[in-house]
């Protein structure tokens, strides 16, 4: 009973002078600032007793003792860092780590996706803002953009932009040892809307018809990257730079333009017909023409027109461009009308004396004609 009472208590006596003995835990955080380092070895630690001393191995051949120290490394670059701690027992223990002092700000370059796919360097579609950088020793933290004066975004990935106008973007990164680039900055130019003309003819249309010579204007807009060139032509001619006003006679036309832009956008082709008649149209009276007429019927001719009885007028009316209606009048008197080129009206009433037969065309586009011929007519039929 007795050697297993001693057995016991030697153990334990062991088990003590072995923990008494328990070696430090060597541990350090450092800031870097560059090239110059703070280290601290404040998470050092014994779990039986108290550290008596911390030694430092720079790993640049330099060496320094205390529990926290800086030390400024001369050259840029990686280092293997070694803290050795003893406590008050005489063990001893330590950890290394590694560092870097970089005082190399990171560079990033910029790419725009496409390249500009207009004229003039202006993109006629949205473009892809690609941000790469890089960083030799401590490597990137990360990178920031803006878009003109809009706020610092962290960048993730390729920045689509759509957003039509001249635009600037700004980046620059950070590596992980602090160090910030100075900001860089690349301008851009979107326009994808293409222009505008509109027309201007200075005289007003009667049913779509201009009754004299026109001058047409034509006045493009771009509210982007303006106005490169407007263009026209007439009947599917070659196509003209416009340069003023144009001025066009009688006819009919189809008159076709449009504008181009600075940064290559082209407007669709409008198109519009012009119709122009400046020439009044023209009556011719068949009957009754000058001679003796009875009940209708010419008997011989004379120098004036005679007629007995009833009497059928018959009007011819030409336009090149057509009648749009003939007014008939009888001593001013409106009697009727007719869109005919051939028309016919009746007299057939009392009357004894001269008359005044009037007849007024209009054709489509405004222009008008009178004739007027004198009638003596006897006719005594009574209502």
């Known amino acids: 009973m007795k050697k297993i009472v001693y057995m016991v208590l030697f153990l334990l006596l062991v088990y003590q002078v072995i923990a008494i003995n328990s070696a430090p835990v060597a541990d350090f955080n450092y800031e870097i600032n560059g090239k110059f380092v703070i280290f601290d070895a404040s998470p050092s630690y014994d779990p039986d007793g108290y550290i008596i001393s911390y030694s430092w191995n720079f790993g640049d051949g330099i060496v320094g003792i205390g529990k926290i120290v800086n030390h400024t490394y001369?050259?840029?670059?990686?280092?293997n860092v070694t803290l050795t701690v003893v406590d008050n027992s005489g063990n001893v223990n330590s950890t290394t780590k590694t560092i870097t002092a970089d005082i190399t700000p990171p560079s990033t370059v910029c790419k725009l996706i496409p390249n500009a796919n207009g004229r003039s360097g202006w993109y006629v579609s949205n473009l892809i803002l690609n941000l790469a950088a890089e960083d030799a020793l401590s490597g990137i933290n990360k990178t920031f953009y803006k878009i003109d004066e809009g706020n610092w975004k962290e960048y993730i990935s390729s920045v689509i932009i759509s957003e039509e106008g001249v635009h600037t973007a700004y980046y620059y990164s950070v590596d992980k040892s602090g160090n910030y680039e100075e900001s860089k900055s690349v301008v851009f130019k979107i326009d994808k809307t293409p222009p505008s003309t509109s027309i201007f003819i200075d005289k007003n249309s009667s049913n779509g018809w201009y009754n004299e010579k026109?001058?047409?204007?034509?006045?493009?807009?771009?509210?982007?990257?303006?106005?490169?060139?407007?263009?026209?032509?007439?009947?599917?001619?070659?196509?003209?730079?416009?340069?003023?006003?144009?001025?066009?006679?009688?006819?009919?036309?189809?008159?076709?333009?449009?504008?181009?832009?600075?940064?290559?956008?082209?407007?669709?082709?409008?198109?519009?017909?012009?119709?122009?008649?400046?020439?009044?149209?023209?009556?011719?009276?068949?009957?009754?023409?000058?001679?003796?007429y009875v009940f209708g019927r010419k008997i011989f001719d004379t120098e004036t027109v005679f007629v007995i009885?009833?009497?059928?007028?018959?009007?011819?009316?030409?336009?090149?461009?057509?009648?749009?209606?003939?007014?008939?009048y009888y001593d001013d008197i409106y009697r009727g009308n007719s869109n005919s080129s051939i028309s016919f009206w009746e007299i057939n009433e009392f009357s004894i004396g001269k008359h005044k037969i009037k007849l007024i065309a209009y054709d489509l586009a405004g222009n008008k004609c009178t004739k007027i011929e004198e009638v003596y007519i006897i006719n005594l039929k009574w209502n």
């Open 309 to 328: 009885g009833n009497i059928t007028i018959a009007v011819e009316c030409y336009d090149l461009n057509g009648i749009k209606i003939i007014e008939f």
């Open 214 to 292: 026109i001058n047409v204007s034509l006045f493009p807009n771009d509210g982007i990257s303006g106005i490169n060139k407007t263009l026209y032509r007439i009947n599917g001619g070659g196509f003209s730079e416009y340069n003023g006003s144009i001025s066009i006679a009688d006819g009919k036309y189809f008159f076709e333009y449009f504008s181009v832009d600075m940064a290559g956008n082209f407007e669709e082709i409008n198109r519009i017909e012009i119709k122009i008649d400046t020439v009044s149209p023209e009556i011719n009276i068949l009957s009754p023409s000058k001679g003796l």
């Open 74 to 79: 001369e050259l840029e670059g990686i280092y």
